[in-house]
């Protein structure tokens, strides 16, 4: 009687209804912290001696430890509106978190543990996050859903390489697996922002949305998977020519700049949450392009990365998540105080962090400093406005 009494309070207590709730909150603190470590090391200071060692650490961390959390807060709480099931809720939900903080904890302080230990329990949250997603999917028979499946085991896939790398000491393994998981999650954000970018953006102007065209959307779209398919070969070790990539690269950028043109961005100069939703979009095509231009040897390829990151993932989040909270909390939704700001911020930091440091690389020292500073302010307003919503009940009054 106890136990069911406790799951039953489980399932009640407000941030562990739906998994927007604990990984929104959790992820963007997490962010802010690895951050502030991470501009530590860049003084000087060793704040942590984690697994790895903090370089790893860094690309690891903000890859699989915060981007993941969020897409799998924004999936898990997204299949139920899609299916109209109950999603993950109560004590699983609140079990797939600790699993998640789990890793974040074990990896900064390893307590010397071995590292397939370490790399098993972190390892174990995407693949279990694309079951219960799955599970949903199938019995709603929503197959158009099902591709965000694959998508969250390659990443898996993409993790479980970086932890191998550290393990063996090849760098190769390491290099190739972050960069999947960059694509890989930049892949979703074509996906998830192609459905919510346009219907956001007609249903604040009272306009009606632009009608897709069907070859666009497969060219935007599938050229974004042929990329993660290279990539994933590339990680294997099979031989692709730098070359290809970069072309299909570039055909990706060029289907998704005519994409997003089409949906009135400029539209969107008056709403924050639009067009921040809009400019960051914009930056997945600016941090392809820079990073076809990288395969030829003019900068590094992590200038690139980095546009895609911070504004095209990173932004993007920090934008949905601002919406969704408000709406899937029962809030009339609207842009709080200073979350343009944020967002602004977070454009600044790309910018300087990705074709600015291209251009200008000997103002390294400033661009790093800038782009973290800039970052952690943008999250702390996030929190600031949306913790105490993210773990109390709807206003509404409803479940969710």
């Not at 400019?279 to 231009?293: D, E, K, Q, R, T």
């Amino acid at each position: 009687m106890k136990s069911a009494t406790a799951v039953s309070g489980l399932t009640h207590l407000p941030v562990a209804r739906l998994a927007f709730r604990p990984f929104f909150l959790l992820a963007s603190l997490f962010s802010v912290l690895a951050l502030v470590v991470w501009f530590a090391f860049w003084h000087g200071d060793i704040l942590l001696r984690p697994h790895g060692g903090l370089m790893w650490w860094h690309q690891h961390e903000m890859i699989f430890g915060f981007a993941a959390a969020i897409v799998v807060g924004f999936l898990l709480t997204a299949v139920q509106n899609w299916t109209g099931q109950r999603s993950l809720h109560g004590a699983p939900l609140l079990g797939l978190v600790l699993l998640w903080l789990a890793a974040r904890v074990l990896l900064a302080y390893p307590l010397g543990l071995p590292a397939w230990l370490l790399m098993l329990i972190d390892v174990a949250f995407l693949p279990l996050a694309a079951l219960a997603m799955a599970r949903l999917v199938i019995r709603a028979k929503l197959w158009r859903n099902l591709l965000f499946v694959p998508l969250l085991l390659l990443m898996a896939v993409a993790n479980l390489a970086m932890h191998l790398g550290i393990m063996r000491g090849e760098l190769p393994l390491i290099r190739e697996g972050g960069y999947l998981g960059v694509l890989l999650i930049a892949t979703l954000m074509v996906l998830l922002g192609g459905r919510v970018i346009p219907f956001f953006t007609s249903l604040k102007l009272g306009r009606p949305k632009p009608t897709a065209i069907a070859m666009l959307e497969k060219l935007a779209v599938g050229a974004m998977l042929a990329v993660v398919l290279i990539q994933l070969l590339i990680l294997l070790g099979v031989g692709v020519s730098a070359a290809l990539l970069g072309w299909v690269m570039l055909i990706a950028a060029a289907a998704n700049a005519v994409r997003l043109a089409r949906w009135e961005g400029l539209r969107t100069l008056h709403e924050p949450l639009l067009w921040g939703l809009h400019l960051s979009y914009a930056f997945i095509p600016l941090g392809l392009v820079m990073w076809a231009i990288a395969l030829t040897g003019a900068f590094r390829v992590e200038l690139a990365l980095h546009a895609l990151s911070i504004g095209g993932i990173a932004a993007m989040m920090l934008a949905m998540m601002s919406r969704v909270a408000l709406g899937h909390t029962g809030r009339t939704i609207r842009t709080l105080p200073g979350i343009g700001v944020g967002l602004a911020l977070m454009f600044a930091g790309a910018l300087l962090r990705s074709p600015v440091l291209a251009m200008f690389p000997q103002i390294t020292h400033w661009t790093y400093n800038l782009s973290i500073l800039f970052w952690c302010i943008a999250y702390l307003i996030f929190l600031f406005h949306y913790a105490v919503p993210l773990v109390t009940a709807r206003v509404d009054g409803k479940d969710g």
